[in-house]
């Protein structure tokens, strides 16, 4: 085995599951949106870029395709559970991607039913090795990470943030203070779809094959993990929940190969996330990282101001 | 095409039945607990495991099964909310939380049992005597099913209305905190109601263990509608449970002959309750529960 193919691979599954984390973490760390159905959105931009690219369009309008589809669709779903309780929103988005996995796995002749579809690399190159060929994915899929970072990170620190993580804190003093909750937190379950759509797109490029079985629900319940783990509403910590994720599972995967267990590894890998989940919820909630401050210039000044106030006193 | 209506009619019946034995803890739990536990579908599926490791494997029959399997999952529930639910809202988990833990319970259940008893499925030995009558094809595991949901539809009514518990549980599920004040035990009424939840659950699971397959998905196959079940009827609320769960048996049903009558794959069977889901939060998310007094 090429460990160095392994590493390049293992960098853009960090990748992508980290825009995954990052879009998770604009809808739960920042804003409280239960998305229980993360894979419906990842499965909408994978098969829309797969469909696109199958007509011939360039990857760029394919992969901007996805995360519009998402985008739409995930309106669409939460329209009729934002304005309740955090709880039906998550049944119902939950309940959605495993209607979508029906869909695809059912209709044949648009998505290929079992045996999926096939897709087209984005940029190929024509006679290079696959390391070139896995370092131009690793440069498109870390140019897509760069640009979701980036947004959610001058969103979180504008006063957009500070409205979305009041309506997180406290809905209804948010509300009592003007701000229309509903229509946050449909922005804001738009821009994480969108960004679930973008990584579906670079996904399915990447596998240049895609079947059902990719999108099950553990999917979401990975980025999740990651998520919770990394520290909610902590931009870069969920980043490193990513990371950190990922690399237990490939581990995983080497190791059960070595060691000789009492159970089936496959099954130990899942019981092993769910007591991880479980002992963070218990003993560490806010994960690795904290909630990350807000920076702004309003609060630069009066931090500045207090400093010179105390140092007049003193 | 020629539909047999009657039968139609018969297997919205079954599928009510089974849907009531499925949904009615998870209504319950969650009316009380205020949190809806995903790990319900495991409830179900070990009940499945149980029930063909019980009647089949050792051979013991279906109502040994069903009450050993009532008993032995009902325990797990009772401390799966004791090990794990009960503490994090003791330490301020929020709603998401407590939901984010009911997945994570689920895939240490399930993916335990998939350890246990591996994920190739396993079928009950197929001896349901199956006789017609009139139009209707009937087995020995319907009428026992049909049995069973209309048993407990009975005993729940006669336990929620005349019993200490049953009064405690609906006074717990319309105002804990009055309840608390008036001098009932909370704790106990929510562990009693985890455990019979789950027993019920596993219930379920054996029927459709034996009906379909037994495998680590057995459960999680029909959450849908029996999250369905449990919005149409009211959080919480029993009656409304029984009239929802046979509304979408019904739909169901009905709705498969129009499948087939559109060309479309039945497995969109599903898609029913989910439609049934989003319109009911769309039109009125408190479901049926006005039409019925709180339990």
Redesign the interface.
């Known amino acids: 085995m090429d460990l160095l193919l392994y590493g390049l691979d293992l960098l853009v599954f960090i990748g992508i599951f980290g825009i995954l984390a990052i879009s998770l973490n604009l809808e739960?760390g920042f804003s409280?949106l239960?998305n229980?159905g993360k894979v419906a959105f990842f499965l909408v931009g994978a098969y829309t870029y797969a469909l696109l690219s199958q007509i011939g369009l360039p990857f760029y309008l394919c992969l901007i395709a996805g995360a519009l589809v998402a985008a739409i669709f995930g309106l669409l779903i939460s329209l009729?559970?934002l304005r309740?309780?955090?709880?039906?929103l998550?049944?119902?988005v939950?309940?959605?991607g495993?209607?979508l996995r029906?869909i695809v796995?059912?209709?044949d002749w648009l998505a290929g039913g079992d045996w999926g579809l096939s897709v087209s690399p984005a940029i190929s190159i024509t006679g290079v090795s696959p390391r070139v060929d896995l370092l131009v994915n690793i440069a498109l899929v870390f140019s897509c990470l760069l640009i979701c970072f980036v947004v959610a990170q001058l969103l979180s620190n504008s006063p957009y943030g500070r409205v979305i993580r009041a309506i997180r804190e406290d809905e209804v003093a948010a509300e009592a203070l003007g701000k229309n909750r509903a229509k946050y937190k449909a922005q804001i379950f738009m821009l994480g779809s969108a960004m679930a759509g973008l990584a579906g797109g670079l996904y399915a490029q990447y596998l240049q094959a895609i079947v059902p079985m990719l999108f099950l629900p553990?999917i979401t319940?990975t980025i999740?993990i990651m998520v919770?783990v990394g520290g909610p509403a902590n931009n870069w910590g969920v980043l490193v929940g990513a990371a950190l994720v990922e690399i237990f599972e490939r581990g995983a995967n080497i190791a059960k190969d070595y060691i000789a267990l009492p159970?089936?590894p496959s099954?130990?890998q899942?019981?092993l996330?769910?007591?991880l989940?479980?002992l963070v919820?218990?003993y560490r909630?806010q994960g690795l990282f904290k909630e990350s401050p807000i920076k702004t210039r309003a609060l630069e000044v009066v931090r500045h101001a207090r400093e010179q106030v105390k140092g007049e006193g003193g | 095409m020629d539909v047999n209506w009657a039968q139609v009619l018969f297997n919205s019946a079954i599928t009510g039945s089974l849907y009531l034995l499925g949904a009615v803890g998870l209504t319950l739990t969650y009316g009380l607990s205020s949190?809806?536990n995903?790990a319900h579908a495991e409830f179900i599926t070990l009940g499945a495991f149980l029930g063909y490791t019980i009647g089949t494997q050792l051979g013991l029959g279906l109502p040994i099964a069903l009450v050993v399997t009532f008993f032995a999952a009902g325990l797990v529930g009772l401390l799966c909310y004791r090990g794990?639910f009960q503490?994090?809202a003791k330490?301020g988990?929020t709603?998401?939380?407590l939901?984010?833990?009911s997945?994570?319970?689920?895939?240490?259940l399930?993916?335990?049992m998939?350890?246990i008893w591996s994920w190739k499925p396993y079928y009950f030995a197929s001896s349901w005597a199956a006789f017609d009558v009139g139009p209707l094809r009937v087995t020995d595991l319907w009428l026992w099913l049909i049995a069973v949901a209309v048993g407990l539809a009975i005993v729940m009514h006669l336990g929620l209305v005349k019993t200490r518990m049953g009064k405690a549980i609906r006074a717990t599920s319309s105002n804990p905190d009055l309840a608390l004040a008036a001098g009932i035990n909370i704790s106990k009424v929510i562990l009693v109601t985890w455990f019979v939840g789950a027993g019920l659950a596993a219930v379920a699971g054996i029927f459709r263990g034996a009906d379909t397959q037994v495998w680590p998905l057995t459960g999680w196959d029909i959450i849908?509608p029996i999250?369905a079940v449990t919005?149409l009827g009211g959080i919480g609320n029993f009656y409304g449970a029984i009239a929802a769960a046979f509304i979408i048996g019904l739909a169901e049903n009905f709705g498969v002959v129009g499948l087939m009558a559109l060309g479309?794959?039945t497995?969109?069977r599903?898609?029913i309750?989910?439609v049934i889901?989003?319109i009911t939060?769309?039109v009125k998310?408190q479901g049926l529960a006005m039409f019925f007094r709180r339990a």
């Not at chain 1, 309740?84 to 039906?88: F, K, S």
């Not at chain 2, 997945?103 to 240490?108: E, T, V, Y």
């Open positions: 739960f409280g239960a229980f009729p559970a309740l309780r955090a709880d039906y998550a049944i119902v939950l309940a959605f495993e209607i029906l796995k059912s209709e553990i319940f999740w919770l159970i089936d099954n130990l899942y019981i996330f769910g007591v989940i479980l919820l218990f909630p | 949190f809806p995903f794990i503490p994090l330490r988990a709603i998401i939380h939901m984010v833990a997945i994570a319970l689920s895939f240490i399930r993916y335990s998939g350890a849908l999250f919005i479309l794959s497995s969109y599903l898609g309750s989910f889901l989003i939060l769309i998310p």
